[in-house]
C-alpha cells in the first residue's frame, strides 16, 4: 500500500510511554503514582503493562490525559507487550507466541515484542509471529541495567528477511530510583483518544525516541530520482537504514550540528528507515517503510 508520511496527516503529535509497572505487579508505585509522573513530565497518554495483569484505559476529565489497555505477556523466550485489548487472553496461550499474538489482534489489540536483545530473541524468532506488529528498538531499563537496552541488529537483520516491523522506545520502568522518561513514541493522531492512538500505532503513524525530535520525513525527488527529506532537531548524524549495507549516514560538521538530510533511495534498498543522532548520543527512530509502498 503506497507510503503516507505521518507527517502528512491531519491531526497532532501525542507522547506517550507504552510500558510501565506499578504496585500491581512488580512496580513500587501505584497506578495513580505513575500515571501522575508522566503527566508532570508533559506526556499526553501512557499505557500501564503490569506482568499478566489487564489495566483498562482511562481518560481524565478535561480530556487532555489518557491511559490505553495494557498488559506484559510472556512465555519461553519472549516478553510480548500489548495495548487496545478488550480483556487478557489465556495464559495457557503463551506456549506459543505466534497464537498469543493472534488472541491479542482478536481481542482488539496490539502486540509487540519488548526487548529483544535482553530477551536473546534473535531475527529469526521475531519473524515467525505474523501478529507481531513490531519490537522495542529501545528499552530504557534495559539499557541502563544491564546495557541491553538496544535492538536495533535485530531489527534489522528482521527487516531484511522482509518483515514489517515497527520500533518503540519506551520506559519499563519499575520504580526503582524513581519513575524516569527515558524512551517514548510521539504518535500522529487525528484526537487524544484510546481508539486513535490505537490505529495510529496499528498504521505505524509514530516515531520513536530517546532525545532527540524528528520534524519531517517526506518522499522528494533529488537530481530526478527519489530521495527522502529528513528534518529533525540539532543532531551529529541522520543515518538511513537499509537492506545491509545499501544505507548511508549523513553526519554533521566537526564540532557542528545537522537538521535535515536529503538521502537517496532506490528500489535495492528493500527498505529504509531513519536515525537520528544527537550530541549526547540519544536517537529518534523513524519507523521502517518497504520500497515496494514508498516508491508505489
Ligand atoms: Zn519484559
Ligand atoms: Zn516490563
Redesign the pocket.
Known amino acids: 500500500m503506497a507510503w503516507t508520511s505521518p507527517f502528512s496527516l491531519p491531526g497532532a503529535w501525542y507522547r506517550g510511554n507504552l ?1 510501565a ?1 506499578t504496585t500491581q505487579s512488580d512496580g513500587l508505585f501505584s497506578p495513580e503514582e505513575v500515571t501522575a509522573f508522566y503527566r508532570s513530565v508533559g506526556y499526553d497518554f501512557m499505557a500501564i ?1 503490569d506482568h499478566w495483569v489487564y489495566t483498562a484505559g482511562t481518560r481524565s476529565a478535561d480530556g487532555s490525559w489518557i491511559t490505553i489497555a495494557g498488559s ?1 505477556l510472556h512465555g519461553e523466550g519472549y ?1 510480548m507487550l500489548t495495548v487496545g485489548t478488550s480483556g487478557l487472553p489465556d495464559r495457557a496461550l503463551a506456549a506459543d507466541p505466534a497464537v498469543l499474538a493472534a488472541e491479542v489482534a482478536r481481542l482488539g489489540g496490539l502486540a509487540f515484542y ?1 526487548h529483544p536483545y535482553w530477551t536473546g530473541q534473535t531475527y529469526d524468532k521475531l519473524v515467525t509471529t505474523p501478529a507481531v506488529l513490531g519490537i522495542e528498538v529501545y528499552n530504557g531499563v534495559c539499557d541502563q541495567e544491564v546495557g541491553l537496552g538496544y535492538s536495533r541488529n535485530e531489527w534489522d537483520e528482521a527487516l531484511c528477511t522482509g518483515k514489517q516491523l515497527y520500533g518503540l522506545a519506551t520506559d ?1 520502568g519499575h520504580g526503582g530510583g524513581g519513575h524516569k522518561a527515558l524512551g517514548w513514541v510521539m504518535v500522529r493522531a487525528t484526537e487524544l483518544e484510546e481508539g486513535a492512538i490505537i490505529e495510529a500505532l496499528r498504521k505505524g503513524n509514530f516515531y520513536s525516541s530517546n532525545g532527540p525530535a524528528i520534524t519531517d520525513l517526506r518522499l522528494t525527488r533529488q537530481d530526478g530520482k527519489p530521495a527522502l527529506v529528513v528534518r529533525c532537531s540539532p543532531c551529529r548524524s541522520i543515518t538511513l537504514y537499509a537492506a545491509m549495507p545499501m544505507g548511508r549516514r549523513i553526519n554533521a560538521p566537526e564540532g557542528g550540528l545537522i537538521t535535515s538530510a536529503v538521502l537517496g533511495v532506490f528500489p535495492e534498498q528493500r527498505f529504509v528507515r531513519v536515525e537520528c543522532e544527537d550530541a549526547t548520543g540519544h536517537v529518534a527512530w523513524s519507523n521502517p517503510v518497504f520500497m515496494e509502498d514508498l516508491l508505489d
Do not use: Q
Open positions: 510500558h509497572h503493562t506484559e516478553h519488548a519499563d
